[in-house]
């Protein structure tokens, strides 16, 4: 089983809907969660970390988070064609030890926004 | 901040010659980050490195690989010699900071490696 879990797609969703994406994970002790965007020829960057259980909202990203389940999702509202990307789901293994500082990402998911 | 910087940006070479990729990490960070991004394998986490002293080497494919950090503004990661498959992108990440901002990193453009 793979640390960090995603499916990788495609998926597509029209201009104007909501995209949801799914993580999993399989560490229990693991203690932060990001989201990266990655266009294509591009490097990752962040878009949302989530610590707690529960949501965390910016703009039209939601991120959310139920430890218990270890999950993490990313919900995308009023998607538009400049969203479509690869979205990598990272998570720190745990708060300390060698760990510190580590993430682990899950193989990506790619979304297309098509107009 | 210019952000990490990593060069080259794009590097051509033929099998059984030596590589090196550098890095520069944003100023005051103390954790820095190499990765390799293929289609088959995604991203994944070759060493890290914490003020100058690498943490964790487990990611490092094998001994033709190896990474130095001599100075908290500068990383080399190395290839000797270098086989086809390392063809790759490969990230320099760097994070630094409080409890939580330690776990947040910021990539560097990233070198696209073509081993011939």
């Known amino acids: 089983q793979k640390e960090v879990e995603q499916n990788s797609g495609p998926l597509s969703v029209p201009e104007g809907a909501i995209a949801s994406l799914n993580c999993t994970y399989s560490d229990r002790g693991s203690q932060s969660f990001f989201w990266y965007r990655q266009y294509s020829g591009k490097s990752p960057e962040l878009i949302m970390s989530i610590y707690s259980n529960g949501d965390k909202e910016d703009g039209r990203f939601t991120a959310q988070l139920n430890k218990a389940s270890q999950y993490v999702s990313l919900l995308i509202r009023d998607s538009q064609p400049s969203d479509s990307a690869t979205y990598l789901c990272?998570?720190?293994?745990?708060?300390?030890?060698?760990?510190?500082?580590?993430?682990?990402f899950g193989q990506g998911t790619i979304l297309t926004v098509h107009p | 901040d210019a952000g990490v910087i990593q060069s080259p940006r794009h590097e051509v070479t033929e099998m059984g010659q030596e590589v090196t990729l550098r890095c520069k990490p944003i100023?005051?960070?103390?954790?820095l980050f190499w990765y390799r991004q293929t289609m088959m394998r995604g991203l994944e986490l070759l060493i890290y490195f914490n003020n100058n002293v690498p943490i964790d080497d487990s990611g490092m494919p094998e001994d033709r690989f190896s990474a130095k950090m001599p100075n908290a503004s500068f990383s080399t990661l190395k290839i000797q010699p270098s086989e086809p498959r390392d063809s790759a992108v490969y990230f320099c990440?760097?994070?630094?900071?409080?409890?939580?901002?330690?776990?947040?990193?910021?990539f560097g453009a990233g070198t696209r490696l073509s081993v011939l």
């Open positions: 990272a998570v720190n293994p745990n708060a300390g030890g060698t760990s510190y500082g580590k993430l682990t």
């Open positions: 990440a760097s994070s630094g900071g409080g409890h939580w901002a330690k776990n947040i990193q910021y």
């Open positions: 100023s005051g960070h103390d954790y």
